[in-house]
């Protein structure tokens, strides 16, 4: 069964330090996205890319973040400099196109902790 | 803008016992809903979904959901709780425009053997 794929699967970085998180998507699904969750809390989507395009990121730190979908195929989240306050859960989700109808399958997660 | 909200964080239940998740959520329209399952290091599985049509949806795992307008709730249902339904809960909300997803809190459900 196709499965989402991220790396690493934890991560635990000093603040000011730079992390990269990894995902590869369900071979042929063209939306890929970046969700943030913070314990206690329900996903919270920063980016969508349909392709290799940016679709939605309003809700993405831009000062600090930044993700990319070269090829439009895996997509790698950055986060410089690590704030205390990044620490989370971040999922990487895809689905066949970015219309609701279609299920967005989720990966296992990268579980960050700023020190 | 849409919410969704998920009163109960923690729930505890016996197995076999019955469950009811709630979600309300806060649309002026009908919504898409959704309910989403987390067990620990996985990531979300969707357990149903309700678009429009029959408001009683079926959904994987023996899970069901009925969509109440009147009440703004979506609530989730599973007659006979097993041990393996341990996890967290999550519904979200899509209201139409894209496919961006809002989610509740979560309830985190605890069965007892």
């Known amino acids: 069964e196709a499965e989402v794929a991220q790396s690493p699967r934890y991560k635990i970085t000093e603040k000011s330090q730079a992390v990269a998180f990894w995902c590869d998507p369900i071979?042929?699904?063209?939306?890929l996205y970046w969700y943030r969750q913070i314990l206690g809390q329900g996903p919270e989507l920063l980016v969508q890319?349909?392709?290799?395009?940016?679709?939605?990121d309003s809700q993405l730190p831009k000062d600090r973040f930044s993700a990319e979908r070269l090829k439009g195929v895996d997509s790698t989240l950055k986060i410089q400099p690590a704030e205390l306050g990044d620490s989370a859960m971040y999922l990487c989700?895809?689905?066949?196109?970015?219309?609701?109808?279609?299920?967005?399958?989720f990966g296992p997660g990268t579980r960050l902790t700023v020190l | 803008a849409q919410s969704v909200t998920q009163p109960d964080i923690h729930i505890t239940v016996s197995e076999g016992a019955s469950l009811e998740l709630r979600c309300n959520y806060s649309?002026?329209?009908?919504?898409?809903l959704f309910w989403y399952v987390q067990s620990p290091g996985q990531g979300l599985q969707l357990l149903l979904k309700y678009f429009s049509g029959d408001t009683l949806v079926q959904g994987i795992k023996g899970f069901e959901a009925e969509f109440k307008r009147s009440q703004s709730s979506f609530n989730l249902r599973k007659p006979s709780v097993h041990w393996s339904d341990a996890a967290e809960y999550f519904c979200a909300v899509n209201t139409g425009t894209a496919s961006k997803l809002t989610f509740g809190t979560g309830t985190r459900l605890q069965v007892t053997l």
């Open positions: 989700a895809s689905s066949s196109s970015g219309s609701l109808y279609n299920e967005q399958f």
């Open positions: 890319f349909q392709d290799e395009s940016v679709v939605d």
């Open positions: 071979s042929g699904h063209a939306t």
């Open positions: 649309y002026g329209a009908t919504p898409y």
